[in-house]
């Protein structure tokens, strides 16, 4: 039924194990410290801490990932462009796995940093689907 979708579920299955990496890590750098609370990050972390950063890229994640998952769902359903799907829903997923990558590397407070850039890039490319869905409706 879904066939043409192919390079969209792609970057679907790389969207949601993306977010399956980040919770593993978010997982061992917790349990890694000496005073672990199971599922309490300590208000006294912050950027300088791996164990804050990989807690808010997971947590970024699952503030903004269901919400293009979703999207992309009822693109499919729709019958947007198999191409233009794919297309976007790629850009999304690189977009969140170099903002991944960035969070984890990059301990700053600096607003907008590096990893803003591609938070953004995934917004808009979040923004542009939820568009082109309600033009879709208007045909």
């Not at 919400?67 to 947007?80: D, E, N, R």
């Not at 690189?94 to 917004?123: C, D, Q, W």
Request: aromatic residues 12%.
């Amino acid at each position: 039924m879904f066939d043409h979708y192919l390079y969209a579920q792609a970057g679907l299955l790389l969207m949601l194990a993306t977010m399956f990496a980040q919770t593993t890590i978010a997982i061992v750098a917790h349990r890694r410290q000496s005073n672990c609370i199971p599922g309490v990050v300590a208000d006294s972390l912050g950027h300088e801490s791996f164990v804050f950063r990989s807690h808010r890229t997971y947590q970024n994640s699952l503030e903004n990932v269901p919400m293009m998952a979703a999207t992309v769902l009822l693109a499919m359903f729709m019958g947007l462009d198999a191409e233009t799907l794919a297309i976007l829903v790629w850009i999304y997923a690189l977009a969140r796995l170099v903002h991944m990558a960035l969070y984890y590397a990059i301990a700053t407070e600096k607003n907008p940093s590096p990893r803003s850039y591609f938070f953004i890039i995934g917004f808009i490319t979040n923004l542009v689907l939820l568009v082109m869905i309600a033009l879709h409706l208007q045909q």
